[in-house]
């Protein structure tokens, strides 16, 4: 039996690589591996170049609505849709160790963590800028690297602040208390 190759629209601590462990261990696939191309559009590419035999990424959030990206990338594709499938998706504000919160001058995320934190940011930080990036888990990896400024902030999961040594400034930001993320499973190859 040969190890399956998950490709995810997301880097390491993405809610894509947690959407798709979710599915794994749901349907007993043990024997995987998982392929991060940040994009859905690096998804459904290397699905269609059979470099991976599975794809996964969001499609739409009970707060934030459709993933446009999703959408343009699924229009270029050809591709089946095994399953559909939902997880809670929790997000956190993301420092680097021993920032002062006042020092923060701008908040990075994916356009839909920016959505789906929206109010949150209003509320607590009217007067940060906001970025949009490729990807909520890349943007923290960015932010230990130094590819960011050390006065950003980034919207990212949990699992974000300890794979990369960020310091979490506060979690459950999302404006939602139960905010579901909707993901498609391409059909295994």
Not at 106 to 130: A, F, N, T
Not at 132 to 148: H, I, N, R
Not at 165 to 177: A, N, R, S, V, Y
Request: contains cysteine; aromatic residues 10%; glycine residues 6%.
């Amino acid at each position: 039996m040969t190890t399956l190759k998950i490709g995810v629209s997301g880097n390491k601590g993405s809610f894509s690589e947690e959407a798709a462990n979710y599915y794994c261990h749901k349907h007993g696939i043990a024997d995987y591996e998982i392929i991060y191309l940040i994009s859905v559009e690096g998804v459904l590419q290397a699905y269609e170049n059979n470099e991976i035999n599975k794809g996964f990424f969001p499609i739409e959030n009970s707060n934030g609505g459709i993933v446009y990206e999703a959408v343009y990338s699924m229009s270029k594709h050809n591709f089946a849709i095994e399953n559909i499938f939902e997880i809670d998706v929790r997000h956190c504000l993301l420092v680097k160790p021993g920032t002062n919160p006042s020092a923060i001058d701008k908040i990075v995320s994916h356009q839909q963590g920016l959505k789906q934190c929206r109010m949150y940011l209003k509320r607590k930080w009217p007067e940060v800028d906001l970025e949009e990036y490729s990807d909520t888990a890349q943007a923290a990896s960015d932010l230990m690297s130094g590819a960011l400024s050390p006065h950003a902030a980034v919207i990212a999961s949990k699992a974000c602040a300890s794979l990369y040594g960020l310091e979490i400034l506060e979690e459950g930001i999302q404006d939602l208390k139960f905010n579901f993320t909707s993901f498609i499973a391409t059909v295994t190859k």
